[in-house]
T-cell receptor, first 114, second 112 residues
Framework: SQTIHQWPATLVQPVGSPLSLECTVEGTSNPNLYWYRQAAGRGLQLLFY??????ISSEVPQNLSASRPQDRQFILSSKKLLLSDSGFYLC?????????????FGPGTRLTVL | DAKTTQPPSMDCAEGRAANLPCNHSTISGNEYVYWYRQIHSQGPQYIIH???NNETNEMASLIITEDRKSSTLILPHATLRDTAVYYC?????????????FGTGTRLTIIP
């Protein structure tokens, strides 16, 4: 069966510090990978998605970046965090089956920027 | 993707069936109905999806009306662990439409 891991689970960082969040998927090959952010009391915002190694699409311009160095690894980074980067960061994966691709989410990382 | 409308909150007694409605009157022919739930401070959990036929899995049943303008998620024997926010999403799963758009959902509370 497939599993998705995210770490760390929680993170408190000062403004201006760098960020690196990691997501890995087990039990599947060549998944589509996604980074979402959920601000407090709000819906999900898609940040990045990737259909393969080194292929990253950005949905929203911001000071965040994403990389996919391996097939089942997705990394979210920032060189300098802003207060507005606080939120719940979710990684998800999907694989196309017939005409659908269901997205499955990880446990999330709660980031607080102070 | 078509917009969905859900009641903001519902209560259900433990052990009874929880029936969560969703209206999607502008759904297109190639759009699927997906249900997710989110328990506080956890990532969203996929429950079930369907196109036009009723679907059932180990978690729930999905009943889609014949005109596809509405659907109902059924949790057959609700437990306290089913307390969560439930999201109904309509989505065409074609390349270039990767984004999942969660609305405000229905906050389901299971009463002991």
């Amino acid at each position: 069966s497939q599993t998705i891991h995210q770490w760390p689970a929680t993170l408190v960082q000062p403004v201006g510090s760098p960020l690196s969040l990691e997501c890995t998927v087990e039990g599947t090959s060549n998944p589509n990978l996604y980074w979402y952010r959920q601000a407090a009391g709000r819906g999900l915002q898609l940040l990045f998605y990737s259909v393969g190694i080194g292929q990253i699409s950005s949905e929203v311009p911001q000071n965040l970046s994403a990389s996919r160095p391996q097939d089942r690894q997705f990394i979210l980074s920032s060189k300098k965090l802003l207060l507005s980067d606080s939120g719940f960061y979710l990684c998800a994966w999907s694989v196309q089956v017939a005409f659908t691709d269901t997205q499955y989410f990880g446990p999330g990382t709660r980031l607080t920027v102070l | 993707d078509a917009k969905t409308t859900q009641p903001p909150s519902m209560d259900c007694a433990e052990g009874r069936a929880a029936n969560l409605p969703c209206n999607h009157s502008t759904i297109s022919g190639n759009e699927y109905v997906y249900w997710y739930r989110q328990i506080h401070s956890q990532g969203p959990q996929y429950i079930i999806h369907g196109l036009k036929n009723n679907e059932t899995n180990e978690m729930a049943s999905l009943i889609i009306t014949e005109d596809r303008k509405s659907s109902t998620l059924i949790l057959p024997h609700a437990t306290l662990r089913d307390t969560a926010v439930y999201y109904c999403i309509v989505r065409a799963t074609n390349f270039g439409n990767e984004k999942l758009t969660f609305g405000t959902g229905t906050r389901l509370t299971i009463i002991p």
